[in-house]
């Protein structure tokens, strides 16, 4: 009797706790398909209008639209329309209101100076569209031709293509 007692014990239990489970689970696809969820686009192309003149072009794998008047995007990469500048790196958060680009991971700066390619590697990097700068954080890498530039922290201007160095600078020219 007692063990018949158990049993039924445990098979309301189990009962209760999957209908909360199931109650749970539909809760949250309510949420989604009223449009709460997030909102995530995959191999999207954005252009960016200033003064009703495309200004930029962003690319990304993905994405994430759910927040007004910010964007986060995976696998970034944006190229300014009518310059030969290309920047790209794995996470970006582009905040609308401030005309700012919040850079992350591997960031790669590629502009065309004088006729040569110049490059530059950092981990992250702002892109100011209202002062037309990218300021790069921490220690980079550039490069040239056959030039290198290290140091740490930097300020390319959009407007003029000068590339301004904040501290700890080394210079090397392969001669190969």
């Known amino acids: 009797m007692r063990w ?4 039924t014990i445990v098979l309301i239990l189990s009962a209760f706790i999957f209908e909360l489970s199931y109650r749970h689970s539909l ?3 309510e949420k989604i398909t ?7 686009a995959k191999a999207v192309e954005l252009i960016l209008f200033n003064k009703e003149q495309p200004e930029w072009k ?8 759910s927040t007004p008047k910010e964007v986060r995007i995976n696998g970034f990469k944006a190229e ?20 700012k680009i919040y850079l992350y ?3 790669n700066l590629l502009s065309i100076r004088r006729g040569k390619e110049f490059s530059v590697e950092v981990s992250k990097a702002v892109v100011d569209l209202n002062r037309q700068l990218v300021i790069g954080y921490g220690p980079f890498k550039g490069k040239e031709g056959n030039r290198t530039v290290k140091g740490v922290g930097f300020i390319y201007s959009l407007k003029d293509g000068t590339f301004k160095i904040e501290k700890d600078v080394e210079t090397s020219i392969n001669l190969n």
């Open 58 to 65: 962003f690319y990304g794998k993905e994405m994430d639209l």
């Open 27 to 29: 809760e949250k696809l």
């Open 105 to 107: 991971g591997d960031v």
């Open 80 to 99: 300014k329309i009518g310059a030969r500048l290309k920047i790209s790196s794995k996470r970006a958060i582009f905040y609308i209101d401030k005309r």
């Open 34 to 40: 009223r449009g709460e969820g997030v909102k995530i």
């Open 4 to 7: 018949l007692f158990l049993l």
